[in-house]
């Protein structure tokens, strides 16, 4: 079936222009969540959705990022005005309802996208 | 910070061998853990988890041990192969406002194999 899908899969943009990324996850899945990885670095969380609501901002790191999800399905991500410290690879992740994890207990597995990756000039 | 950390974050093996990446957490509340493989270029795929009631499982070429004593994890990969070259996280579930949700990352270990 199909899996995450990101789009565009690369984007170089101009310091100070603004951009948008998409992330379209698995049907059914109730849970979204945005990424940050810099070069040879971890996953650094920014933001998660349940449905459309975001309970969790905590990880945007500057009011120049926001994010939203229409219809329970399509998430955006947008960055304003970017610096070169934005450059990044951008992850999308999804994952099922909580109560539909294998017998014995939830899954918190998370299928992932392929990223965006992002370069500011 | 993350509360879950690696202690390597390169490890280099010679194809055949078997390889061990460690990873410590810290918080004890934490009930199920998994594995990640990151291929270059790629997203992380799932490769194995475990839950906190378990202290191994295992699967194909890969086991899992967690120490609940001492809050570390670990993942076993038996005669590593080429493609066996990727970076591996591991991740605990992540508590947020909206209770256990999520997961928090560790830093992730970059394995090579030697050939």
């Known amino acids: 079936g199909a899996g995450v899908s990101q789009s565009p899969s690369n984007k170089v943009t101009e310091k100070g222009k603004d951009v948008e990324l998409r992330c379209d996850p698995i049907s059914g899945h109730t849970a979204l969540y945005w990424y940050r990885q810099s070069l040879g670095q971890g996953l650094e969380f920014l933001i998660y959705?349940?449905?459309?609501?975001?309970?969790?901002k905590s990880g945007l790191p500057s009011d120049r990022f926001s994010a939203e999800r229409t219809g329970g399905s399509v998430s955006t991500l947008t960055i304003q005005r970017t610096q070169q410290e934005d450059s990044a690879v951008y992850l999308c992740a999804s994952s099922r309802p909580p109560n539909m994890g294998p017998p014995g207990g939830r899954s918190y597995e998370q299928y992932f996208g392929p990223g965006t990756r992002l370069t500011v000039t | 910070g993350e509360s879950v950390g690696l202690h390597l974050p390169t490890l280099s093996v010679q194809e055949g061998d078997n390889s061990i990446i460690n990873c410590a957490y810290s918080n004890s509340a934490s009930d199920y853990f998994i594995w990640y493989k990151q291929e270059s270029g790629k997203g992380p795929q799932f490769i194995i988890d475990?839950?906190?009631?378990?202290d191994k499982r295992q699967g194909q070429r890969v086991t899992v041990l967690l120490n609940k004593t001492v809050k570390h994890l670990s993942l076993q990969i038996a005669a590593t192969q080429p493609g066996d070259s990727a970076v591996y996280f591991c991740a605990e579930n992540r508590y947020s406002g909206g209770g256990a949700d999520g997961l928090t990352f560790g830093k992730g270990t970059h394995l090579i194999i030697q050939p």
């Open positions: 959705f349940q449905g459309n609501s975001a309970p969790d």
């Open positions: 475990i839950r906190s009631n378990m």
